[in-house]
């Protein structure tokens, strides 16, 4: 059985879903399943994953959880039957666990970690361009198309064997990037009332009325954070997105240049890559103080190092 994070993205989904197409075509008589009941409208052209199966079946399977840090972060609590168990991640590891831990924390994405196991077992593996799309789309949209921090020489060889496959570029990345004519509406709202602290931290809060009126769901609103990378003297920037309940909280997601923010976002119930978080907060005042505290870590950063734009 296949595991992967809450709030699915399409490194997870690509992960999960090319390792079972790769362990299907590699290993036919056995019964690979995927199912977590998680929905999403943007990587819904990657095709549904199983039904549910009953928990008297994990309990006699391996489970295999890809991409997630921390167990409280698995989708499906199956996980917790399964016989034995195994981690892949390249997140920095906060909570180890699983029978066998595969943590790779400078890889781009799991997906790229996906295509190294099928690269170094290439002569007892199989694949085939739906597996090769699957990963592939994982690495193109956790590496922000090749140009995040961890991508290398080795990231753009294993893409290369995996476009070596056969992947319809055209239509994947229309997939992934045309945008509804909605969103092209609220990213002008984001440009025109995006705040900037003292020392450049630039940060949107989008609550439940700005959802309504702009038609986002999770996904859609947590893409604010990408509309505000790339502005110059700002080297953090924060989305905090209102959940659909108040018990819900704020979700956080925070993203840097040069700067790390994983410690910021561990002190406010998160985590994550050095300049890739998210975290949670759970009223106006956390917020008000995560705001603060980024701002004073941009200060310091910029007080002691040279040559950041």
Not at 174 to 181: G, Q, R, S, T, W
Not at 195 to 201: I, L, S
Not at 238 to 243: Q, T, V
Not at 250 to 259: A, E, G, K, Y
Request: charged share 25%.
């Amino acid at each position: 059985m296949l595991f992967r994070h809450i709030r699915m993205d399409g490194d997870c989904v690509g992960a999960t879903k090319g390792l079972k197409r790769i362990l299907q075509l590699t290993y036919p008589e056995k019964r690979i399943v995927l199912s977590d009941g998680q929905k999403s409208d943007y990587l819904a052209f990657l095709g549904p994953d199983d039904e549910p199966v009953a928990d008297d079946l994990c309990r006699s399977a391996l489970g295999i959880v890809i991409d997630v840090s921390e167990q409280t972060r698995i989708s499906n609590p199956q996980y917790a039957l399964c016989r034995e168990l195994i981690k892949i991640d390249h997140h920095i590891e906060a909570d180890p666990f699983g029978t066998l831990s595969w943590v790779e924390d400078w890889r781009s994405s799991a997906c790229e970690m996906i295509a190294a196991f099928y690269a170094a077992f290439r002569d007892r593996l199989r694949i085939d361009g739906q597996a090769a799309t699957y990963i592939y789309a994982g690495m193109v949209t956790d590496s922000g198309r090749f140009r995040f921090e961890g991508v290398n020489g080795d990231t753009l060889r294993l893409a290369a064997v995996m476009l070596d496959q056969g992947i319809d570029m055209e239509t994947l990345y229309a997939n992934l990037y045309l945008i509804d004519p909605r969103i092209l509406n609220f990213k002008a709202y984001v440009y025109q009332h995006v705040h900037y602290t003292e020392n450049g931290v630039a940060y949107l809060y989008v609550d439940r009325a700005m959802k309504r009126e702009y038609s986002l769901n999770t996904e859609t609103a947590g893409d604010t954070i990408s509309y505000l990378e790339g502005i110059r003297g700002c080297l953090c920037w924060l989305a905090f997105i209102e959940g659909d309940t108040d018990e819900d909280g704020i979700r956080v997601r925070l993203r840097s240049r040069f700067m790390t923010v994983n410690e910021l976002a561990s002190r406010h119930h998160g985590g994550g890559h050095a300049c890739a978080s998210g975290a949670t907060v759970y009223s106006q005042e956390e917020m008000r103080t995560l705001i603060t505290e980024a701002d004073q870590a941009v200060k310091e950063f910029k007080e002691s190092h040279t040559g950041w734009l």
